[in-house]
């Protein structure tokens, strides 16, 4: 009584202030009450219509939070958060198919198996399964996937590790797993998963791990501790919440690591510390707000490799999000080579395929409801386009692609037709229930087209659902007199030929039409390209310098220089290539 008559005075005079200061605001947030689907509970808009409109909302979020913690509500946030029993908050999702998620696994497997390659997935634990039967209730659809992927890994033979039940047989509660204040796991839930990750790669995967005891074992680090409080505290306030305790296990023992990230260009060499942390760790600036997880590896990057300078054996490709870092920095200290990939940050990239052309030891899925738009990466090349004619100065066109990437094409798929860059024909969407799976090809269709549209030039980018492209914008159409250049001059260094050209059409050059310059041989293409990097054009009237790297030896009194859309038009002008002496 005492302690909630304590609490009561704390929050009259925020609620007065409120009232004052943000009377206005108050009455734009008349409590709009949501129906639940059992009809149970009702919540209000108020607390998402402060925090977007008044003044220093970090303040009035803590003001809402510490009312809403007097009024012992449980979901807050318009239905987005809930606080169980336990003091744990759960993060809210809508329903999500597990489909892409299930296909790529399986996609995947197969690919693994043919190769002889032993695949973990590994299923990490959701909040939906642990707390109160309301959080359960409301919480349920983040766990829905879990059974299907289960299926889909049975069924291409892979190796299935289910974290709640490592976490049900250490007798962890589910304040030992996750953190209160934030959507991850605790440090200590991390290192367990470890443990039994690297239990399952030797029992049922064949590997052997040097110097598994030193790891493995917990005496072998210095445990520091940070108050921290985490990334869903901005919508509740600390005062709701909580405040969290981050644990970092620092070995005491010798490392010697290497980290190369392509798409940031970053490069690290040091111990574990300088390598696979990011240097947050600060004695004497200590902040509550620090948000920690990142202070672990590489988020948000798609693709990097952390290497091992004291091991000698398993080289691991690892798959999964930020819910299982700690892990793979901590098993990083176990292996030759770690490769990760976060399937969330691929933009369309087949990073999954660029991976897989190294050889592993084993490839491990840290699978979660973070990954629900699948593994692969989404790839496609326009193999060839017809134009059918049509009555009454009409036409169809047809464009056949290949699906080279690692994901399938289902229905949220599509193919956009573009004039000169500028206006959208239409679009063309998948006609069949049947996914294009990776390695088959499609026929997309653009029906009853006006005639003079073939004066201009067509290109065609692939789509998904309009969220990103993938695969190259590619023209497919253009009338010859469009295209034409000039050689400017050439030149060699060594056994590099640098060649000046200019534009002389009323067409831009752009990497994504696919314009490269070639060399001929007694009039046969050679197949050898220089070409326009990414992020550079060439408007008509400019020129650009073409570098081809060691082609001399190539060459002879037969050559020339051409000018050339890739697998659709050769310019009309060729350029006898200037051999020196």
Not at 301 to 311: A, C, E, K
Not at 540 to 551: A, I, L, N, Q, W
Request: overall charge negative.
């Amino acid at each position: 009584m005492k302690k909630r008559l304590k609490q009561l005075l704390i929050c009259v005079p925020f609620l007065l202030i409120i009232f004052v200061i943000g009377a206005r605001t108050l009455y734009d947030a008349i409590p709009v009450f949501l129906e639940t689907q059992s009809s149970i509970m009702q919540v209000t808009a108020s607390e998402g219509l402060l925090k977007e409109k008044l003044y220093g909302k970090n303040t009035f979020v803590e003001f809402a939070g510490a009312t809403l913690k007097l009024l012992n509500r449980g979901l807050i946030g318009d239905g987005q958060f809930y606080k169980d029993s336990d003091g744990v908050m759960h993060l809210l999702k809508g329903e999500q198919s597990a489909y892409l998620l299930e296909e790529s696994t399986k996609d995947l497997g197969q690919q693994l198996k043919n190769r002889g390659i032993p695949f973990l997935v590994c299923q990490i634990a959701e909040r939906g399964t642990y707390g109160d039967s309301l959080s359960k209730f409301f919480d349920s659809v983040s766990t829905a996937y879990i059974e299907p992927l289960k299926t889909a890994a049975a069924e291409v033979g892979a190796q299935y590790l289910d974290y709640t039940q490592v976490f049900s047989n250490a007798g962890y509660l589910s304040t030992d797993i996750f953190l209160k204040t934030d959507i991850h796991y605790t440090t200590n839930a991390e290192f367990l998963i470890l443990q039994n990750v690297i239990e399952k790669l030797e029992l049922e995967c064949g590997l052997s791990f040097e110097n598994k005891k030193t790891v493995l074992d917990i005496n072998n680090y210095t445990i520091d501790k940070y108050p921290f409080i985490g990334n869903l505290v901005a919508s509740v306030g600390q005062i709701y919440a909580g405040t969290d305790t981050f644990e970092y296990y620092l070995p005491k023992f010798q490392t010697s690591m290497h980290l190369v990230n392509p798409s940031s260009e970053l490069q690290k060499d040091g111990s574990f510390e300088q390598v696979c942390i990011n240097g947050f760790r600060d004695w004497e600036n200590q902040s509550v707000r620090t948000y920690r997880i990142t202070d672990y590896l590489q988020w948000p990057s798609p693709y990097y490799r952390i290497t091992n300078d004291l091991v000698h054996s398993n080289d691991v490709l690892v798959i999964g999000c930020s819910m299982s870092m700690r892990t793979v920095a901590y098993l990083s200290l176990m292996c030759r080579s770690v490769t990760v990939l976060d399937p969330r940050y691929f933009d369309g990239i087949d990073y999954l395929n660029q991976a897989l052309n190294s050889d592993y030891d084993a490839v491990i899925l840290f699978a979660s409801n973070n990954l629900l738009n699948g593994i692969g990466g989404y790839g496609a090349s326009v193999q060839s386009f017809e134009i059918e004619s049509l009555p009454g100065e009409k036409f169809n066109l047809h464009v056949t692609v290949l699906n080279d990437g690692t994901m399938p094409w289902t229905g949220n798929i599509y193919l956009q037709a573009t004039v000169s860059g500028l206006n959208t024909i239409e679009s063309s969407f998948l006609s069949s229930n049947n996914p294009v799976v990776p390695g088959e090809i499609y026929t997309f269709t653009f029906e009853s087209l006006d005639q003079s549209l073939l004066t201009n030039l067509i290109s065609v980018q692939m789509q998904n659902n309009g969220q990103f492209t993938f695969g190259n914008n590619t023209i497919i159409l253009a009338p010859l007199d469009e295209y034409s250049s000039e050689v400017v001059s050439q030149r060699f260094e060594n056994s590099d030929l640098f060649v000046t050209v200019k534009n002389t059409s009323s067409v831009i050059w752009k990497p994504e039409y696919q314009v490269k310059c070639g060399l001929s041989v007694d009039g046969k293409d050679t197949g050898l390209r220089a070409t326009i990097p990414y992020g550079t054009q060439v408007p008509p009237g400019e020129s650009f310098e073409f570098r081809f790297e060691d082609v001399k030896p190539q060459l002879s009194y037969g050559s020339e220089i051409m000018m050339l859309q890739e697998s659709i038009v050769y310019f009309p002008e060729r350029t006898p290539v200037e051999l020196p002496n």
